[in-house]
Every structure is written in structure tokens, then in C-alpha cells.
């Protein structure tokens, strides 16, 4: 083994970083940062870790906030949920967000679930 390889992975490596795979879809959220605050944006792409939020605002990375879904997708219990801002990168005039839910009940991994089998 040389060197390179010792540090660096090969780019397929590098690639399938990801546990779970990614959902795409659109749906409506409200991100609240600050009490009293409402942003409405909405997820780009699902993973029971977390998901992709696009927004016209931009938030500080690590920032602690609140969100829910919109009705239609609402699962049972508490509609608000708790989250954490992972990163935040700016795209032409709107900002895309890394959320993972910080809320014991799992909103983010039980809507995952009923979306990748629907029939359960």
C-alpha cells in the first residue's frame, strides 16, 4: 500500500459516505428559530438522520430551532420537533440546510419509514 492510500480513500470510497439512502421529494416545512419567528421552506431530500431543507433565509450553522410538516404529512404526537442546523450552503437566492432532529420521538426516521413502504 503507498502512502496516498494510507491517507486518502479511493473516490468510489469516497462517494457512499451515507448510512441510509436520500429520498427526494418536496414537501412544506415551517422552521422557527427564534419563538415568534416562522420561515416557511421545504425539504428537498429525506433520510431517517435527517434532511435537506431549502429556505430563503439563512440560518447559522448549529443553530438550534424548531419545525413541523405541514398538514398532510403530520404523523402522531407533538407537531413541533426540535433540530439542529448542520451546515448551511448559499444557492442562487436560496440557502440549502443539513437539519437532523434532535426530538426523542423520531419524526424525520418515521416519516422516512412510511414513505419507503407505504403499506405497513
Not at 48 to 71: S, V
Request: aromatic fraction near 6%; proline fraction near 8%; charge should be positive.
Amino acid at each position: 500500500m503507498s502512502w496516498w492510500n494510507a491517507f486518502f480513500k479511493k473516490p468510489e470510497q469516497l462517494e457512499n459516505r451515507r448510512n441510509h439512502q436520500r429520498l427526494s421529494l418536496e414537501v412544506p416545512i415551517v422552521v422557527s428559530p427564534k419563538p415568534g419567528q416562522e420561515i416557511l421552506g421545504k425539504v428537498c431530500d429525506l433520510s431517517p438522520d435527517g434532511c435537506r431543507i431549502e429556505l430563503a433565509a439563512n440560518l447559522e450553522k448549529k443553530d438550534r430551532l424548531q419545525f413541523k410538516l405541514l398538514p398532510g404529512l403530520q404523523l402522531p404526537g407533538n407537531p413541533h420537533h426540535d433540530g439542529r442546523l448542520l451546515w448551511s450552503r448559499q444557492q442562487s437566492d436560496q440557502v440549502n440546510l443539513g437539519l437532523c432532529e434532535l426530538t426523542s420521538d423520531g419524526c424525520l426516521p418515521q416519516l422516512y419509514q412510511r414513505l419507503v413502504q407505504p403499506h405497513r
